[in-house]
């Protein structure tokens, strides 16, 4: 089995509001990339993955005219992927769904909100952010998206895709302000990585495997004010039971060679800025399965670089790189 947590920039922008793909010259809303360049690319990509299921991260919109399920399986059928069959949980406003594209052949997945240890991820969590003996209300923006999953052999699962993200400081002027809300949204984002993982030591407590997957917006040496909090999300997230090679290395490794995942321009630099910001964790059981990672990021797999096709699709495609995960399940 291959799972896979992908991240797609602006792929809202390739849909019209009938959630048909549109394959034409106007901008993307990739810098100097077209609609149809990006669409050729993703369909390539897809096809190259050729994973059993798909967590996309920023999904098409769902809205008054627009659905992200429709918008994927539409983009499916155009590309002849073998995952063709869409599901998503609680929509949002942000444009930047969490949905599940796999094969229907390999297994089923449906939405299964559950409320055990935290409650459900559309409601709210109540938790003290500023240590003013004020519980605060937290919401997430991005609702994790939690699913049953079971495969064509029986075995079943749980899966949860995660979007955690800090807002920038929009609004904000001068020094003192901008820190105040930076510190603010950095404290919701962290509320949001404790609710999440007090749901998968929920899940973990009833012996179900699980696998979180997603983009944690998030790690060691990202964030100027890491040392106000002491802990990252993905720290919170991983815990001590959960297990992904390329968190673990960051944690243990502050200097070095790192893993990356994304890739982004730094304005008025001309230069990119390589991040690790997407993971694929497993429950210890599944470990026991001896589960393979790879980051199909174009400049650090070999077998990658020397495809040129590939090669070009990833970096057309999005700012992120997808993760698989081969498992024996």
């Known amino acids: 089995m291959r799972l896979a947590t992908y991240n797609v920039e602006w792929f809202a922008n390739l849909f019209d509001e009938e959630n048909r793909l549109m394959m034409d010259g106007g901008w993307s809303g990739r810098h100097d990339v077209t609609r149809t ?28 005219h627009q659905h992200t399920v429709a918008a994927l399986e539409g983009f499916a059928a155009n590309f002849g992927l073998r995952q063709r069959v869409a599901v998503m949980g609680f929509s949002n406003d942000t444009q930047q769904e969490i949905a599940l594209l796999y094969d229907p052949d390999r297994l089923s997945a ?38 049953a999953v079971e495969t064509s052999s029986g075995f079943r699962f749980r899966m949860i895709g995660a979007h955690l993200k800090s807002k920038a400081p929009h609004g904000a002027r001068g020094h003192d ?4 809300v930076s510190i603010a949204n950095r404290r919701k984002q962290l509320a949001q990585a404790i609710w999440l993982r007090a749901r998968i030591e ?10 979180v997957m997603g983009d944690l917006n998030d790690g060691p040496g990202l964030d100027e004010y890491e040392h106000l909090f002491g802990r990252s999300s993905v720290e919170i997230v991983l815990g001590d039971d959960l297990h992904d090679p390329h968190a673990r290395m960051a944690l243990q490794q502050r200097l ?60 057309l495609a999005s700012d992120h790189f997808p993760i698989t995960l081969d498992i024996e399940i």
């Open 37 to 64: 360049q990006q669409a050729e690319a993703l369909g390539t990509v897809f096809r190259a993955l050729d994973a059993d299921a798909v967590m996309v991260i920023e999904a098409p919109n769902t809205g008054r």
């Open 110 to 147: 449906r939405h299964d909100p559950q409320s055990t240890g935290a409650p459900r991820f559309d409601g709210a969590f109540e938790i003290d952010l500023d240590v003013d003996a004020t519980r605060d209300r937290v919401q997430f923006s991005k609702p994790p998206l939690e699913l």
């Open 177 to 180: 302000q901008i820190m105040r």
């Open 202 to 211: 929920a899940v973990l407590s009833e012996a179900q495997p699980l696998v």
């Open 256 to 315: 070095g060679a790192m893993p990356a995942t994304a890739r982004f321009t730094q304005p008025g630099q001309g230069r990119f800025l390589s991040a690790l910001l997407d993971y694929v964790m497993v429950s210890p059981d599944l470990m026991e399965r001896q589960p393979h990672w790879r980051i199909w990021h174009p400049f650090d797999d070999a077998r990658i670089y020397r495809d040129g096709v590939l090669r070009e699709a990833l970096l």
